[in-house]
């Protein structure tokens, strides 16, 4: 067996573990904090969803390149109902345009005016991710960690390695086309995110799709890496119990039950 093949196993083994494993490996902790939320316990949830992302995004690189990772190439026939479709193409544009602006704009509105911020923030009372959201200043620090970490580790793991993998691209994979292996790799991307439940399953199947649409629109993960940071920071502009309510806040930190608040 040649060393290709012996690489083209690694990536099939490291694709299902993609799937299979590690999604579950901060599900534990993450229902024990479904039931009982706290600063402490938050912390250490990010920390190391942190470390087990970055493990697992080397691992990728080091099975393929972080160069055929990144760059998401189309060949003529690829895309046969966007390539050569300048209506399609243009539609397909402007909707991307608009719908990050669309998920941006409430941060841009809240940094601009504390007010808005606050009434967001009684939104925020009843989320279903409401347990996870930063509080204390040291959450919220790790949450810029954590979300730039989401940004790059999960662009090039979903939109880079799985994309290229389901393409057959790289050593393995079963070379599907490029239209099935985005919807494919966004569902994969989705599934990952079960712990969230079945609205954030979709949710996040979602949004895989959207990044993996530009990610392919553009050719490359550079814009799906910062779109994907950024719509994760915009939290901390958006939900600020320690300026908004302060005395909710202290509960938030000590430590708090979904059914109770």
């Not at 490996?25 to 024990?32: E, K, N, V």
């Not at 190391?48 to 970055?54: A, D, E, I, M, N």
């Not at 399609?88 to 841009?108: E, N, Q």
């Not at 292996?181 to 079960?194: E, N, Q």
Request: one cysteine or more; hydrophobic letters at 50%.
């Amino acid at each position: 067996m040649d060393i290709q093949r012996y690489i083209g196993l690694a990536q099939d083994i490291f694709a299902i573990a993609l799937v299979a494993i590690f999604p579950l490996i901060d599900l534990p902790a993450t229902q024990r904090l479904k039931q009982f939320s706290s600063g402490p316990a938050r912390l250490a949830l990010y920390r190391r969803s942190v470390f087990s992302t970055w493990v697992f995004t080397i691992t990728a690189i080091a099975l393929s390149s972080l160069g055929s990772l990144l760059v998401v190439s189309r060949q003529p026939g690829d895309l046969p109902w966007l390539d050569g479709n300048a209506v399609m193409h243009a539609v397909v544009a402007i909707g991307l345009v608009a719908l990050f602006a669309w998920i941006l704009w409430p941060s841009v509105q809240c940094a601009l005016n504390r007010g808005i911020r606050q009434q967001y923030f009684q939104a925020y009372r009843s989320s279903f991710i409401r347990f996870l959201l930063p509080v204390s200043r040291q959450e919220r620090t790790w949450w810029v960690v954590l979300s730039v970490t989401a940004g790059v580790c999960e662009e090039l793991l979903y939109r880079g390695f799985m994309l290229q993998y389901l393409r057959g691209h790289l050593s393995g994979g079963p070379a599907l086309g490029l239209t099935l292996a985005w919807l494919l790799s966004s569902l994969a991307f989705g599934a990952g995110h079960f712990y969230q439940g079945a609205r954030g399953v979709v949710e996040t199947t979602v949004a895989g799709w959207v990044f993996g649409l530009l990610a392919i629109f553009t050719g490359n993960l550079i814009l799906p890496i910062a779109l994907h940071s950024l719509v994760d920071l915009r939290i901390l502009l958006t939900y600020h119990p320690a300026q908004d309510a302060p005395e909710e806040a202290t509960v938030l930190i000590s430590g708090f039950r979904l059914q109770d608040h």
